[in-house]
């Protein structure tokens, strides 16, 4: 069984900068064969894409984070991450970890991003 395990959320400023990390755990889990991502809810709002990975390093942002937000992974560590930069309230939310492939996904319980002064 496959877990998705996010850290990384926190209470931070306007302005600032976060960087989540999100491990595959399971010691069978072909983690280099999926696309990996990050997806975020808001507080009365649908969840919505922040950004996607291949495999091979191919990424993918939502409209409202381009520029600001990186994603990478690390294959060797099972583990993909999202550097989050010049933070906005509206930023703020609960981000999710995702991994798919063909349709076989899974999310992680995910972690709280809170950007408030």
């Known amino acids: 069984q496959v877990q998705l395990v996010e850290s990384g959320g926190e209470l931070v400023q306007p302005g600032g900068s976060l960087r989540l990390s999100c491990a595959a755990a399971?010691?069978?889990?072909?983690?280099?064969?999926?696309?990996m991502g990050w997806y975020r809810q808001a507080p009365g709002k649908q969840r919505e894409l922040v950004a996607l990975?291949?495999?091979?390093?191919?990424?993918a942002y939502g409209d409202s984070v381009k520029g600001r937000f990186t994603t990478s992974r690390d294959n060797a560590k099972g583990t993909v991450y999202l550097q989050m930069n010049s933070l906005k309230p509206e930023d703020t939310a609960v981000y999710y970890c995702?991994?798919?492939?063909?349709?076989?996904?899974?999310w992680g319980r995910g972690t709280q991003v809170t950007v408030s002064s």
């Open positions: 990975i291949t495999w091979d390093g191919d990424t």
């Open positions: 399971g010691s069978t889990f072909p983690f280099t064969s999926y696309t």
């Open positions: 995702y991994a798919d492939r063909h349709g076989d996904a899974y």
